[in-house]
Structures are given as C-alpha cells and as structure tokens.
C-alpha cells in the first residue's frame, strides 16, 4: 500500500502543464498515424487506378483496332504476317483486365470477347474460300502468261518463216500447228480465268456485306464494356444520355450501311445476271 500511496503521490505532484505536453504529444503521434494510414490507402487507390487506366485506354485502342480489322477481313492478305494482330492484341488486352477489372466490367468483357470469337469463327469460315480462290486464280493468271507466251513465239516463228520466204510446207504446218494450240489454250484459260474472278468478287461481295452488318451489331456489346470501366475509372458518366447518343450514332450509321449494303448486292446481283 505504501507503495501504491507512493505512485499516486508521485503522479499527483506532476503539474498540468506536463499531462497537456504528453496528452498533446499523443494526439500528436495518433494524428500522425491516421494521416499515415490515409496517405497509404489513397496511394494505394492511386496505383489501382493507375494499374486500371494503363490497363483499360490500350484495351480501348486495342478493341477499336479489332472491330476494324473485322470490318476489313474482305481485303485482309494472309499472306503477308502479322495481319491478325489486331485480333491476337485485343484478346491479350481481354486477358489484363480479368486480373484488374471490377465484377462488372468482367463479366461485360468476357461477353464482348465471346461475341467476336463466334465472330471470327463465323467469318474466317467465308473467308477460307476466298484464300483458296485467289491462289487459284494466281495459278490460272501464270498459265494464262505461259499460253500467252507461247502464243507470241510461234507468230514470231510465223513471221521469221514469212521473212525468210520459207517454202517447207511441213515446218509451216508445225509452226502454225503451235500457235493453234497455244491460242486454244490462251482463250480456255482465260475463260477459267474470268469465271474465278466473277466467283472471287461475289463471295468477297457478300463476305462485306456480313462483316458490315456484324459489326455494326458489335457496339450492343462494347457499350456495357465501357460504362463499367468508366465507373471504375470514376469518370463522370449519365449512363442514359451516353446509351441515347450511342442508339442515335448507330441509328444514323446503320443508313449508311443499309445504304452501303444495297449498292453492294446490286453489283452482286449484276454480275450473277
């Protein structure tokens, strides 16, 4: 008890003055750690939110680039590398934002992702025919050449025999016997030649006119994309306008394309008749 009796004499005898300078100094320190733990957690948010924008703006250049390599599939040349890269970057930048988006803008871009895979699937199965057709084509364009060529040398070799006032009925009869023969090939082929070609501009005709209408039908799609990203983002965003604009934007380019679509089949339909 002496003890005890001690302490609180001692603690008692402390002045005022002291007790406000400890309580000051912690509230100080408590001061201290709250600003450091809000400092933390707003740089925290700061890295998120600058981990979603580095991720979500390339996702957006990436998705812009696809659509429009769809559109173009018609006039895409396989044979030159790297021409599905679009597609390719789009599905990697896909991939990103299943690690960093929200619940929302997950589930949107994984429909969005499966709608242009049954896309290209869809497509690529029109576009397969065209592929085959236009290395037939080149095939027919060089023995085309060949027939033609050998077509030219024997009216050469006509034309030399006529110089040199030749009278050898047998070396007349081969020679013209050639050109004959690489005449008859020349309009077969060229012939072959000029049903590929009808052939070629019809399908790729039609190809057009589905990936028009395709991806015009994308941005049902890509319109859930972005206003989960925006809220993610914290961007302002009237979902209602924004949709509104969207719907007069897509009303207003689907004229243009109907517009376009018809003109498109009215050649198709002139070239069948």
Known sequence: MNCLSTIINWLTSIPDVVWAAIGGSGLTLLGVFVQMRHDAKQRNKEREMSLRRDVYLPAAEQLAAAINYLAKLPNVDFDEQGKMEPIQGFIAAATKINVIGSDETIAASNVLVGKLNSLIVQLMSKKIPLIKLKYEIKTLEKIAEDCQARRQAALTDMKSLNFKKETDQGLWQ????????????????????????????KLTCNLLVECVENTGQIQNFVTPVLVAIRKELKLPLDQERYRKIIEQIGQE??????????DIKRDVDTTDS
């Not at 380019?253 to 018809?262: E, Q, S, Y």
């Open 253 to 262: 380019g689907k004229k243009t394309f109907d517009k376009f679509i018809a």
């Open 174 to 201: 081969l020679v013209q016997s050639q050109f004959a023969s690489a005449q008859e090939d020349a309009v077969k082929y060229q012939d072959e030649l000029a049903k590929k070609r009808d052939m070629w501009m």
